[in-house]
C-alpha cells in the first residue's frame, strides 16, 4: 500500500474511531439522564460493562446508519417530501431499537418515544464531530475529493481536475438590487458585504421584462429565449391550456419551446448542473429540476437529489429538526403579526408554515450540498436556485425582519460555498444573481374588498358574491354595466348574463399582472369585440382607482394602452406620450411592445396601480410581497460577479431582459474556458446524476 493511500485509510479510520467514541459519551450521558433508557442489566453492573454496552449499541448504531439507511431512504422517496422531514425521527429511533437489540444479554432497552429522542441526539452529535474534524482536516476534503475523482473516472470522464477555474452561479430568488445592497450595508449579509468591500466582486443591477417572475426570468437566463412567457401563468387558446410556470409538465413544454426557438441546449450543455431550478439549462446532471419531474420511468430525477441526501442520517436529523424550528418560528412570527395588528398582512396558516420551512430548510439544504459535491467533483459549471427568501418575503413583506433573517442564513450558504471552493479540484469562481425583486404592498382585495376577477365579473354584468357586490368597486361597476347597456338594470336583474358559461372570461393573476382571457373565441378579441360583448369591462377596469393600465389590440390602431378617464394611446406612441406608463419607468414601453408581440397575449392584460413614491404596488393575488408585472422593486434584480470578468455592460448602459443577462453568463463562462455552449444541443436530454450521491459534505449551519 502506497505512503498516500495509507494516510487516507488511517485518516478515515482515525476519524470513524472519533465519532464512535463521542457517540458511546453521548449515549453513556443520555443513559444516566432518561429514566427509559438503560444500558445495564436489572441487577446493575459495573462501570466498565455500561461503558461496554455503550460501545456496542453507539458502534451497531453507526453500521446500521450506514449500511440500512440508504435503503430506507431510497424507499421513502414514494413519500411527500414534506412528509420526509417528520418521518426520519421515527426512522432513526427505530435503528437504534434495534441496534440496542444486538447488544448481548438485553442490557440495552428504550421504550419507542425515547429511541427517538436518544437517536436524534446521537445523529446530531455525531454528525457535529465528523463536521468539526473534516473541517480542519484537509486530508478528508482530499480522501472526499479522489472518491469523487475515481467515480468520475468509472464513469468514463477525465481523472484529473482542469486548471481552468469553473464558474458557480447562485440564484438567490427574488432577492432585489435595492434589498441586497441595504442587507449589506446593514451588516445583514457578512459575506457579500466582505466580496464588495475588499473589491473583488461587481454589483450590477438589472431590469427584468414585464413578466417579472421566475418562469420569464430563469427560462430567458438558462436558455436564452423567454418569448411568448407573457405571465407566471396564462391561458392558450390553441391547446385551451392554462400553463403554470411551476407545474412540471407546464415547464417541461416551456424548456422545450425555449430550445427550439433558440436552436441550443442551454447555458449548462457542456459538464454542467441544474440543481433546484424550473429549468434544466441543457445540464447533463440534473437534481430537483422541475422540467424533468414529469417524466416517468428511470428518467425521472426529481427526487435524487433527496436520496443523496438523505442518505446519510446525520443530515436528516439535522434539517428535520430545523424543519420543525421553522414551523415554530412561522408560527410565532405569524401570531405576532395578528396580536399587533400589523398592516398589511395575509393569512399564513394551513399548511404555509410547512410550506416555508420545506423551502428555507430542506430544499436550501439539499441544493447546497448538491453544490458542494458538483464542485468537489470538478464540474465547469454549476447553476442553483435558493428560493427561501421569495417564499418568505411573499407573506411576511421584502423588508420585514423575517426575510432578513432569512437573508442572514443564505449568506451563510454563500459563506460554506465560498469555502469549500478552496478545497475543489479547480478554481472556481461564484457568481450571485436573482431573478426578479419584490414590491411591497397590500392586496387588491384588502384595499377594494373584491379581486380582480369579481371586478372583471361585475364589468361584464356576470353574477359577484354578495360581499364583493356591496363594495364601492362592485357598485360602481354595476352602475357602469348599467349605463353601457342604456337601460336601468336593477340588482336583482340578470337579463343581460350570457346564457352559456363558454363566455365566461377566464380571470389569471401573476402577482400584480392580470390576464383576462374570452376561451370561446380562438383568437385575441380587439378592443372593439370587447366593448361589443361587454361595452362597460374595459372603462370599469381602466378607471379603477387599483388598475395601473391596460394592454388591448385595437382594429384601428393596433395595440393600445388604456388608461383612466378614457386614456387611449397606441404602443407606437408611447415613447412620445407614456401617459399611464409614465410612472413604470423608461423601460415599460418596450417591455410592454414585447409582451404584444407574443402569440399567447391574453386579450387583456391588466398591470395594477403602482405608487411610484413609495415603491408600492397591489397584488391580485394573496401576497404583501408581490412580483409579476411592472412598477417598483420588482423589476429590479441584481448581477454579482467576480472583477476578473468582463464588465456586463458597456459603462452608461443598462442591462436589460434575462436574454441579455444569457449572453452575459455565456460569455463568462467563455472567459474562463469553460463550455462553450453548442448549437447542435437542440434535443439535449439530461443524463442520470450518477455522481450526485457523493456529495455527502457537512452542510451549513441550520440552527434555529
Known amino acids: 500500500m502506497g505512503e498516500g493511500r495509507w494516510r487516507r485509510f488511517a485518516g478515515t479510520w482515525w476519524r470513524s474511531i472519533a465519532v464512535w467514541a463521542v457517540s458511546t459519551v453521548t449515549i453513556l450521558v443520555l443513559a444516566g439522564i432518561l429514566p427509559d433508557f438503560q444500558l445495564q442489566s436489572d441487577n446493575g453492573d459495573s462501570a466498565t460493562r455500561i461503558a461496554v454496552t455503550a460501545a456496542l449499541g453507539a458502534g451497531a448504531f453507526g453500521i446500521l446508519s450506514a449500511l440500512v439507511w440508504p435503503l430506507l431512504v431510497r424507499a421513502l422517496l414514494l413519500v411527500p417530501a414534506l412528509v420526509l422531514g417528520l418521518v426520519v425521527f421515527f426512522l432513526n429511533g427505530g435503528l437504534l431499537l434495534f441496534a440496542l437489540a444486538l447488544v448481548p444479554d438485553g442490557r440495552g432497552e428504550a421504550n419507542p418515544e425515547t429511541a427517538v429522542v436518544v437517536a436524534a441526539v446521537m445523529s446530531a452529535v455525531a454528525s457535529a464531530t465528523g463536521g468539526a474534524l473534516a473541517v480542519r482536516d484537509d486530508d478528508a476534503y482530499r480522501r472526499r475529493l479522489y472518491r469523487l475523482a475515481d467515480r468520475r473516472r468509472r464513469r468514463g470522464s477525465a481523472g484529473a481536475g482542469p486548471s481552468t477555474p469553473g464558474t458557480v452561479f447562485l440564484q438567490l430568488d427574488g432577492v432585489g438590487h435595492d434589498v441586497l445592497r441595504d442587507a449589506v450595508d446593514q451588516g445583514v449579509m457578512p459575506t457579500v458585504g466582505a466580496w464588495l468591500g475588499a473589491g ?100 425521472n430525477r426529481s427526487r435524487a437529489g433527496y436520496f443523496a441526501y438523505f442518505s446519510d442520517p446525520a443530515n436528516a436529523v439535522r434539517t428535520a429538526l430545523s424543519f420543525v424550528a421553522e414551523v415554530g418560528r412561522e408560527i410565532g412570527q405569524s401570531t405576532r403579526a395578528r396580536l399587533t395588528r400589523q398592516r398589511p398582512r395575509v393569512g399564513r396558516g394551513g399548511l404555509y408554515p410547512f410550506i416555508r420551512a420545506f423551502a428555507t430548510v430542506v430544499e436550501r439544504d439539499v441544493v447546497v450540498a448538491a453544490v458542494i459535491g458538483d464542485m468537489l467533483a470538478g464540474r465547469s459549471a454549476v447553476y442553483a436556485d435558493l428560493v427561501a427568501y421569495d417564499e418568505v418575503a411573499h407573506h411576511s413583506g421584502p423588508v420585514s425582519r423575517d426575510a432578513e433573517k432569512v437573508l442572514t442564513r443564505l449568506d451563510r450558504s454563500l459563506a460554506l460555498i465560498a469555502k469549500v471552493a478552496e478545497h475543489a479540484p479547480r478554481p472556481y469562481r461564484i457568481v450571485v444573481l436573482s431573478d426578479h425583486g419584490q414590491s ?265
Not at 442591462?655 to 463568462?668: E, F, I, N, S, T
Request: charged share 25%; with cysteine; hydrophobic share 35%.
Open 440 to 704: 411591497p404592498g397590500e392586496t387588491f382585495r384588502a384595499r377594494y374588498g373584491l379581486g380582480l376577477q369579481d371586478l372583471v365579473r361585475a364589468g361584464c354584468g356576470l353574477p359577484v358574491p354578495r360581499r364583493a357586490r356591496r363594495t364601492h368597486s362592485g357598485a360602481e361597476a354595476r352602475a357602469a354595466v348599467r349605463a353601457a347597456l342604456r337601460r336601468p338594470v336593477e340588482e336583482g336583474d340578470e337579463k343581460h348574463r350570457p346564457a352559456s358559461r363558454r363566455s365566461e372570461p377566464i380571470v389569471l393573476a401573476s402577482g400584480n399582472l392580470g390576464l383576462v382571457s374570452f376561451p370561446d373565441v380562438p383568437h385575441r378579441m380587439s378592443k372593439e369585440e370587447i366593448d361589443a360583448r361587454h361595452p362597460a369591462l374595459l372603462t370599469t377596469l381602466a378607471n379603477h382607482p387599483g388598475i395601473g393600465f391596460l394592454l388591448v389590440r385595437s382594429e384601428e390602431h393596433g395595440a393600445v394602452v388604456l388608461g383612466a378617464r378614457g386614456a387611449e394611446i397606441p404602443l407606437a406612441d408611447l415613447d412620445e406620450r407614456p401617459g399611464p406608463l409614465a410612472d413604470f419607468g423608461a423601460h415599460a414601453a418596450d417591455a410592454v411592445r414585447r409582451t404584444d408581440s407574443f402569440p399567447h397575449t391574453a386579450d387583456i392584460m391588466v398591470n395594477s396601480w403602482y405608487d411610484s413614491a413609495e415603491g408600492e404596488v397591489l397584488a391580485f393575488e394573496e401576497q404583501i410581497g408581490s412580483h409579476g408585472g411592472l412598477g417598483g422593486a420588482q423589476g429590479h434584480p441584481f448581477l454579482l460577479a467576480p472583477e476578473v470578468f468582463s464588465p456586463p455592460v458597456a459603462k452608461g448602459t443598462e442591462l436589460v431582459g434575462a436574454q441579455q443577462v444569457h449572453h452575459v453568463l455565456r460569455r463568462w463562462l467563455r472567459e474562463g474556458s469553460g463550455p462553450q455552449v453548442p448549437l447542435d444541443k437542440s434535443r439535449h436530454e439530461p443524463a442520470p446524476d450518477a455522481s450526485f450521491t457523493a456529495a455527502t459534505v457537512t452542510p451549513q449551519d441550520n440552527s434555529a
Open 200 to 299: 473583488t466582486h461587481r454589483l450590477t443591477p438589472w431590469r427584468t421584462d414585464w413578466s417579472s417572475q421566475t418562469g420569464a426570468s430563469q427560462l430567458g437566463i438558462l436558455h436564452g429565449s423567454n418569448y411568448d412567457v407573457p405571465a407566471f401563468r396564462w391561458y392558450e387558446k390553441d391547446t385551451r391550456e392554462i400553463q403554470v410556470s411551476n407545474r412540471p409538465t407546464s415547464a417541461a413544454e416551456l424548456q422545450r419551446r425555449a430550445i427550439e426557438h433558440t436552436g441550443d441546449g442551454g447555458l449548462l450543455t457542456l459538464d454542467g448542473a441544474s440543481r433546484g431550478n424550473l429549468f434544466s439549462g441543457g445540464a447533463e446532471q440534473v437534481a430537483l429540476v422541475l422540467s424533468v419531474a414529469a417524466r416517468r420511468g428511470k428518467e
